[in-house]
């Protein structure tokens, strides 16, 4: 079964800070990882999207990084602002297939505290 | 501001009825993508339709059905709604039927009582 899992669940960092997000997949074969950023009550908005091809997608202050051998990624996020709480969510999909062509992860909340 | 359009943006009914979500995709875009997202789970997908047709379908309920009308926009129907269907129902689109980029919109949040 495809499934995407993410760690931590929740997270609490102080302002200026930097931190790493995880997400293991086991979606296979996969064309491409993204990483959502969603605020509260409102719609994912897509940080960064790597093909099978890529490790490494950079937006900012935010990085993607991707090990399609160990079917893992991460995103690391550096200098923190309090503008950056939000849930952090990894999407993988597979090549068309009939069903759930994107297996979403249940995300990672991130809360920034000055 | 993705370019997708979703209304109502809140929509509070009884338990039984029938409601109608509607989404506009952003200008271009030829897919729309329906999702479910229950408190503290992760986004569900429902189904996809690409240029009026029926793409994909991820785990929708018999109750719940949908549609792309010519000029593109969606529809998400609900019926018999029961309290567990209150969630915030998100519409995304895209260029092609497996482009890398979707856009979300902003939700409906719908409560069922």
């Known amino acids: 079964k495809n499934q995407v899992e993410q760690s931590p669940q929740s997270l609490i960092i102080l302002e200026g800070k930097n931190c790493t997000l995880q997400?293991?997949?086991?979606?296979?074969?996969?064309?491409?990882l993204r990483w959502y950023k969603q605020d509260t009550g409102r719609g994912p908005v897509s940080l960064t999207i790597m093909t099978f091809s890529e490790n490494t997608k950079s937006n900012g202050r935010y990085t993607a990084t991707l090990d399609a051998d160990t079917k893992q990624s991460s995103l690391h996020i550096t200098a923190s602002q309090l503008s950056d709480s939000a849930s952090y969510i990894c999407v993988v999909r597979a090549p068309y297939s009939g069903n759930t062509p994107l297996v979403f992860g249940k995300g990672t909340r991130l809360s920034v505290i000055a | 501001d993705s370019g997708v359009t979703q209304t109502p943006k809140h929509l509070i009914t009884a338990t039984g009825q029938r409601v109608t979500l509607r989404c506009s995709p952003r200008?271009?875009?030829?897919?729309v993508y329906w999702y479910q997202q229950s408190l503290d789970q992760g986004l569900q997908f429902l189904i996809q339709?690409?240029?009026?047709?029926?793409?994909a379908k991820g785990n929708i309920l018999e109750r719940f059905s949908a549609q792309q009308f010519p000029d593109l926009h969606s529809e998400l129907n609900l019926s018999s709604l029961e309290l567990g269907d209150s969630a915030l129902y998100f519409c995304?689109?895209?260029?092609?039927?497996?482009?890398?980029?979707?856009?979300f919109g902003q939700g409906t949040r719908l409560t069922v009582v």
């Open positions: 995304a689109s895209s260029v092609g039927s497996g482009s890398l980029e979707a856009f």
């Open positions: 200008s271009g875009d030829l897919s």
């Open positions: 339709y690409y240029n009026g047709e029926e793409r």
């Open positions: 997400c293991n997949y086991t979606v296979s074969p996969f064309s491409n």
